[in-house]
């Protein structure tokens, strides 16, 4: 069972506030994500400021400002192979999109693809990355867990396999495979076998994808609130103490 570290670095959001998500979290892991994807139970634990995260824990982290250009979040893996979202609570602000909805569209990709390595082809000769969240990833879409609102996420039957049948996604807003709804972000090029990388971040509503520089932890460290990483390093080899560049 993954037991999921939430910690908030963010200076826009209260540790109060981001403690009040976390029954709606577990419990669209545990029962609609489960249930779909056959992920395992997962266990969400608030880890205070100055407190560190058990040892093998996966992350979800809320940050201020993104790290990465057009990216209002995204899940990656740690320098010692576990899976972390971040989640930037001043960037999503400023594009008027719900805080719950973005850490959910990262929570839910980190439960059903967490190593960043599923991708599926369609008829075409493209290949999309398993990223559950994208294609229905506008708040418009979501539905609320008690007061909170989440991500809505596809099916495998989005993924149009040979014996598909039944819902698309979640909240049945989806009507056929590959499928991307208005204001969502999953768009291949068009280009026969086009990659798009797993774990590519939740971009603002205009949809753009990036290319991220990967974030790599040292054992030990725990993020900032800038995003930046105590103890760690990036592999432009920018050194940071504390969370301030040196």
Known sequence: MPQIAVMNESTAISDADVQKMLPAFQQQWNNDLRAVWGVDDASFVF?????????????LVFLDDSDQADALAYHDLTNQ??????????????????????????LCEMAVDPWLNSAYQDPKGVFWAGEVADPVESDQYGYKIGDILVTDFITPNWFAHEHAHGHIDFKSHAHKAFDVLDGCAQHP???????????????????????????????GSRLAPCGCIEGGHKEQEIWFTQGRAV
Do not use: C
């Not at 400021?49 to 040892?55: G, L």
């Open 47 to 59: 880890v205070p400021k100055n407190h560190m995260p058990s040892a093998g824990s996966w992350w």
């Open 81 to 106: 192979g576990l899976p972390i979202s971040k989640v930037f609570v001043k960037t999503l602000l400023a594009d008027k999109a719900s805080v719950s909805v973005g850490a959910t569209h990262e």
């Open 189 to 219: 090029s068009g280009a026969r076998a086009t990659r798009i990388a797993p774990g590519t971040p939740y971009a603002p509503r205009a949809g753009a994808q990036t290319q991220r520089d990967k974030t790599r932890l040292a054992a």
